[in-house]
């Protein structure tokens, strides 16, 4: 049972080979190439980051800087007496005040609006309502100032930021202007930027090749009446669903610059600015899918060229382990039918060609030492032929004699010519000089064998012989090559048994082998002795001396007269349990005495 699990579990070589490969060179080369993309990836990934990083705190610092700049202005508008004078009341009539206005004031507000890019428009919401109305610059106050910018203290700036779009936004600066000694508000001052004011910042400081999505993150403030975090699209073309917004907003609480997320849209990258002046969080949010859109070519170009490497690298190792199993595979068929045959290949200098070298050469010296051996084996089958013969005859001769006194001393029967007669036979048989002889002969033998040792026996032995296909019985084979064991079944099996024993002999086929079976329902062999016999048989251990005392002699006889002329593919087989009985089936080829035949 374990020889047979073992054989199952026997690797060809081709199979083996293709293990290695993937083992050694397939797997490998995957794993090495995941590990040296994700390397990549991951460098990547952290160098856009850092980029993104640096970006972001260049944006919020140009951002603060121009605020600075923006706010500036009002501090050069609340110095110049000349507006100072005019929104006190200095000037009474309106006259007075138009001339101040286009002679002093006009080329101030041009200057700011004409040399800033960012500002769209600087107004002044006057609080006298004597002083005449300038234009666009100078006004009334109406209701579309906020009630933040109306509420603030002396010092206090309030930035307003106002969304047309869902995309545009616009800033605005609130800062009230005061007279000479601070003493009186005498105007609001709105600086108004464009809506291209955050964008054209974006734009400066873009990472090149990659989109940028920024938004805007307001704290929620009671005083504006937002009791909620709002997240706003300045310029970005990335669509954020309600929980992806939330999410945002958990990480905007967090109060780090750079950040991780998990979104409907895959892993997001988010960098931050605060900018404390608009109680707002400047942000960046890019999926890190979109930062390889470009490398994607480069990747796919060089997986192509792994597996390409990878296919012709496959073709040439499987060309090369079909070459060598082929060459493997014909000369084990060759060994296989011709054992004894040189074989023959082209000529090469490679391993195989050195075992074929090294095989012919073995087949040489095995033809030498056949010649000699032959001569030898067929001297000692010739005198263990003689020996078997020599103590065949005086065992039988005095059996049946034996045989004869006993019937006669007991009464005048037929049986007793019978027996004579049959006993004549055998001495007759026995004494040919014919070293074969047909089948028919030796199952003649047999019948006059036994019937000698029925009138001995009596009712104790009883006998079927059996021919299925009359043809079997002109099969050549030796003399004396049933009669042993026949002999063992009654002496050692039938014998040994109480009451009644059969013995039944069989001649049949089976394919191309004839086949002799004997049979009897005897003693029986031990499990042990029958493992021997076995053992012996197949030629692994010699019979001891114990052995060839109970019939072993015979059977080993019988089995290498066999195999000497019908070849080794032929011989005895044997069945036996103990008590049941043993079966012995000799084999022979139906057709030629052949040296070699199929393996049974």
Same mark, same amino acid.
Request: hydrophobic share 40%.
């Given at each position: 049972?374990?020889?047979?699990?073992?054989?199952?579990?026997?690797?060809?070589?081709?199979?083996?080979?293709?293990?290695?490969?993937?083992?050694?060179?397939?797997?490998?080369?995957?794993?090495?190439?995941?590990?040296?993309?994700?390397?990549?990836?991951? @460098?990547?990934?952290?160098?856009?980051?850092?980029?993104?990083?640096?970006?972001?705190?260049?944006?919020? &610092? &140009?951002?603060?800087?121009?605020?600075?700049?923006?706010?500036?202005?009002?501090?050069?508008?609340?110095?110049?007496?000349?507006?100072?004078?005019?929104? &006190?009341?200095?000037?009474?009539?309106?006259?007075?005040?138009? @001339?101040?206005?286009?002679?002093?004031?006009?080329?101030?507000?041009?200057?700011?609006?004409?040399?800033?890019?960012?500002?769209?428009?600087?107004?002044?919401?006057?609080?006298?309502?004597?002083?005449?109305?300038?234009?666009?610059?100078?006004?009334?106050?109406?209701?579309?100032?906020?009630?933040?910018?109306?509420?603030?203290?002396?010092?206090?700036?309030?930035?307003?930021?106002?969304?047309?779009?869902?995309?545009?936004?616009?800033?605005?600066?609130?800062?009230?202007?005061?007279?000479?000694?601070?003493?009186?508000?005498?105007?609001?001052?709105?600086?108004?930027?464009?809506?291209?004011?955050?964008?054209?910042?974006?734009?400066? &400081?873009?990472?090149?090749?990659?989109?940028?999505?920024?938004?805007?993150?307001?704290?929620?403030?009671?005083?504006?009446?937002?009791?909620?975090?709002?997240?706003?699209?300045?310029?970005?073309?990335?669509?954020?669903?309600?929980?992806?917004?939330?999410?945002?907003?958990?990480?905007?609480?967090?109060?780090?610059?750079?950040?991780?997320?998990?979104?409907?849209?895959?892993?997001?990258?988010? @960098?931050?600015?605060?900018?404390?002046?608009?109680?707002?969080?400047?942000?960046?949010?890019?999926?890190?899918?979109?930062?390889?859109?470009?490398?994607?070519?480069?990747?796919?170009?060089?997986?192509?060229?792994?597996?390409?490497?990878?296919?012709?690298?496959?073709?040439?190792?499987?060309?090369?382990?079909?070459?060598?199993?082929?060459?493997?595979?014909?000369?084990?068929?060759?060994?296989?039918?011709?054992?004894?045959?040189?074989?023959?290949?082209?000529?090469?200098?490679?391993?195989?060609?050195?075992?074929?070298?090294?095989?012919?050469?073995?087949?040489?010296?095995?033809?030498?030492?056949?010649?000699?051996?032959?001569?030898?084996?067929?001297?000692?089958?010739?005198?263990?032929?003689?020996?078997?013969?020599?103590?065949? @005859?005086?065992?039988?001769?005095?059996?049946?004699?034996?045989?004869?006194?006993?019937?006669?001393?007991?009464?005048?029967?037929?049986?007793?010519?019978?027996?004579?007669?049959?006993?004549?036979?055998?001495?007759?048989?026995?004494?040919?000089?014919?070293?074969?002889?047909?089948?028919?002969?030796?199952?003649?033998?047999?019948?006059?064998?036994?019937?000698?040792?029925?009138?001995?026996?009596?009712?104790?032995?009883?006998?079927?012989?059996?021919?299925?296909?009359?043809?079997?019985?002109?099969?050549?084979?030796?003399?004396?090559?049933?009669?042993?064991?026949?002999?063992?079944?009654?002496?050692?099996?039938?014998?040994?048994?109480?009451?009644?024993?059969?013995?039944?002999?069989?001649?049949?086929?089976?394919?191309?082998?004839?086949?002799?079976?004997?049979?009897?329902?005897?003693?029986?062999?031990?499990?042990?002795?029958?493992?021997?016999?076995?053992?012996?048989?197949?030629?692994?251990?010699?019979?001891?001396?114990?052995?060839?005392?109970?019939?072993?002699?015979?059977?080993?006889?019988?089995?290498?007269?066999?195999?000497?002329?019908?070849?080794?593919?032929?011989?005895?087989?044997?069945?036996?349990?103990?008590?049941?009985?043993?079966?012995?089936?000799?084999?022979?080829?139906?057709?030629?005495?052949?040296?070699?035949?199929?393996?049974?």
């Amino acid at each position: 049972m374990n020889r047979l699990k073992l054989r199952k579990l026997r690797i060809g070589i081709v199979k083996k080979m293709i293990i290695g490969y993937v083992v050694i060179i397939l797997l490998p080369t995957i794993c090495i190439g995941l590990l040296y993309y994700k390397q990549i990836h991951n @460098n990547a990934l952290k160098d856009f980051a850092n980029n993104r990083e640096y970006f972001i705190q260049q944006f919020g &610092s &140009s951002l603060t800087m121009n605020m600075n700049q923006i706010e500036m202005i009002h501090d050069i508008f609340q110095t110049n007496k000349v507006l100072s004078g005019l929104l &006190s009341g200095k000037y009474k009539t309106e006259s007075e005040q138009v @001339n101040v206005y286009l002679k002093e004031l006009v080329p101030l507000f041009s200057f700011y609006k004409s040399n800033s890019f960012y500002i769209d428009q600087i107004r002044i919401y006057k609080s006298d309502p004597n002083v005449r109305n300038m234009g666009t610059s100078i006004v009334d106050s109406d209701g579309s100032i906020p009630s933040r910018a109306t509420g603030l203290k002396v010092g206090e700036g309030y930035w307003l930021q106002e969304m047309s779009t869902p995309s545009a936004l616009q800033m605005i600066y609130y800062k009230k202007l005061y007279n000479e000694d601070f003493s009186r508000a005498i105007g609001l001052m709105e600086i108004r930027l464009k809506y291209t004011f955050l964008s054209s910042m974006f734009h400066s &400081s873009d990472v090149k090749g990659t989109p940028l999505h920024y938004y805007m993150a307001e704290d929620s403030n009671p005083r504006k009446g937002i009791t909620h975090t709002e997240i706003v699209a300045l310029s970005a073309k990335l669509p954020l669903s309600s929980p992806d917004k939330i999410r945002i907003y958990s990480a905007v609480q967090k109060s780090k610059s750079l950040q991780y997320m998990d979104s409907e849209l895959g892993l997001l990258m988010m @960098n931050s600015f605060y900018v404390p002046r608009l109680s707002s969080t400047i942000l960046t949010v890019t999926p890190t899918s979109e930062l390889f859109q470009k490398t994607q070519n480069s990747v796919q170009f060089y997986l192509l060229m792994i597996s390409a490497l990878l296919l012709i690298l496959s073709c040439a190792y499987f060309f090369t382990v079909s070459t060598v199993v082929q060459r493997i595979v014909k000369l084990g068929k060759h060994m296989r039918g011709n054992l004894l045959a040189k074989y023959k290949e082209e000529q090469d200098s490679d391993e195989i060609a050195f075992l074929v070298s090294s095989y012919n050469k073995m087949i040489d010296r095995n033809d030498e030492l056949m010649s000699k051996v032959d001569i030898s084996q067929l001297r000692q089958k010739e005198a263990a032929y003689l020996a078997l013969q020599a103590q065949i @005859n005086p065992h039988f001769i005095y059996n049946g004699l034996e045989a004869i006194r006993m019937a006669a001393e007991e009464s005048d029967s037929p049986d007793v010519a019978k027996m004579i007669y049959a006993l004549g036979q055998s001495i007759r048989y026995s004494l040919s000089k014919s070293q074969y002889v047909v089948l028919r002969d030796e199952l003649s033998h047999i019948r006059s064998y036994l019937q000698i040792y029925k009138v001995r026996m009596e009712e104790r032995l009883q006998y079927e012989i059996e021919v299925e296909d009359e043809s079997l019985l002109r099969i050549a084979c030796p003399r004396f090559i049933i009669q042993p064991l026949v002999e063992n079944a009654i002496v050692h099996g039938i014998s040994k048994k109480r009451g009644t024993g059969t013995l039944r002999i069989r001649l049949y086929s089976e394919g191309p082998l004839a086949l002799v079976r004997i049979q009897d329902d005897g003693a029986g062999i031990t499990p042990e002795r029958l493992e021997m016999l076995r053992q012996k048989l197949d030629g692994i251990v010699s019979m001891p001396e114990p052995e060839q005392e109970q019939g072993g002699i015979g059977v080993m006889n019988v089995h290498e007269r066999m195999i000497s002329h019908f070849g080794p593919a032929y011989g005895l087989t044997i069945a036996s349990e103990p008590g049941e009985g043993t079966t012995i089936t000799l084999s022979m080829p139906k057709e030629g005495n052949a040296v070699e035949a199929p393996h049974r």
